[in-house]
């Protein structure tokens, strides 16, 4: 199967693509209208949804997976969302490239990949949800990023209403992010399984992110701390109190440009807690330069 040669165009300002024709049974659509159409052709079947904001890399590729394990027909959406950068050169700098995106795609046999041509597109039927979330929004990226997480419920109930799932596939790299989604569908979007994935990482440990295309070799370097630091602190989780941990960890940070946050909480309200027995999982967040990176990992 071979792509057609086509020009990228991509306006980030205005956000406009223009897409590629492709000559392979994977259905690139740009509007709601069109989906639907695709939609309607596959009415009998469940529909497994993989969101993302393209630069596509293994670890979009492993929920792609996931899904064509889990559903008939995979959907894939890609979209910058302006709505959930609360930093105005992130969203400006942040890698695209539709053309790789959908060479990926072709190779995964995606069904349709739905790349909205406006921001307008999507969030024109807006109708603002409000969800209960117990604070779980308010801590780590919550507080660090403030409005990130308001544009992505908006740009997740958007994309549930107008794709209708049964599931939908997000990483636990994203893990405040994915639990959420997962309040989003409990509340709102009943039908709507949300499945979470593990991360996929590097041979070095470095979590997969469309972020390190913008690190240079020095800063892969010291990108692959955030890991180390992070098995370091599980390795000695039932020798330390939590608070004692998270001051230390945190100290080890200091090489980075920002050390954000290392904090442990429990796995499903993101509280913290004390006692060793209950789920566990430990946050880090750092910038490196301009480039801001977090991880997690499953401490008991
Ligand atoms: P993004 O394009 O960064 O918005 O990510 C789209 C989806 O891919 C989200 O559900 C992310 O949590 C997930 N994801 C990003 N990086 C990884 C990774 N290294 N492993 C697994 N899932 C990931």
Same mark, same amino acid.
């Given at each position: ?31 709601? @209208? =069109?989906?639907?159409?695709? %939609?309607? +052709?596959? #009415? /009998?079947?469940?529909?497994?949804? *993989?969101?993302?904001?393209? !630069? ?39 890698? @695209? =490239?539709?053309?790789?995106? %959908?060479? +990926?795609? #072709? /190779?995964?046999?995606?069904?349709? *990949?739905?790349?909205?041509? !406006? ?182």
């Amino acid at each position: 199967m071979k792509l057609q040669k086509y020009k990228k165009k991509i306006d980030k300002t205005k956000n406009t693509v223009a897409l590629p024709r492709i000559r392979y049974k994977m259905k690139v659509v740009e509007t709601i @209208s =069109n989906l639907n159409t695709e %939609l309607l +052709k596959h #009415s /009998n079947k469940s529909i497994g949804f *993989v969101p993302t904001m393209g !630069s596509l890399h293994d670890g979009h590729l492993s929920l792609i997976n996931y899904a064509q394990l889990k559903s008939e027909i995979v959907i894939v959406s890609i979209f910058v969302n302006p709505t959930q950068f609360n930093d105005p050169n992130d969203f400006k700098n942040y890698p @695209s =490239n539709h053309k790789n995106d %959908l060479d +990926k795609l #072709s /190779n995964e046999k995606v069904d349709i *990949v739905f790349i909205p041509k !406006s921001v307008n597109e999507i969030y024109a039927s807006e109708k603002p949800l409000k969800i209960r979330l117990d604070g779980i929004d308010k801590v780590m990226e919550g507080k660090h990023r403030k409005g990130h997480f308001d544009g992505v419920i908006r740009v997740v109930s958007l994309l549930f209403s107008i794709v209708r799932p049964q599931f939908a596939f997000f990483g636990e790299k994203d893990y405040q992010q994915l639990l959420i989604i997962k309040s989003i569908a409990k509340e709102h979007f009943k039908s709507i399984e949300v499945i979470g994935c593990p991360t996929k990482r590097d041979k070095n440990g470095l979590a997969l992110s469309s972020r390190n295309l913008l690190l240079n070799e020095d800063d892969q370097k010291k990108a692959i701390n955030l890991i180390k630091i992070l098995k370091h602190c599980k390795s000695l989780f039932n020798n330390y109190d939590n608070t004692k941990l998270e001051k230390d960890f945190f100290e080890k940070l200091k090489d980075f440009s920002i050390p954000e946050y290392f904090e442990i909480r429990e796995i499903s309200c993101l509280k913290r807690v004390e006692d060793k027995t209950t789920k566990q999982r430990a946050f880090i967040a750092a910038k490196i330069g301009n480039i801001r990176l977090i991880d997690n990992i499953e401490l008991n």
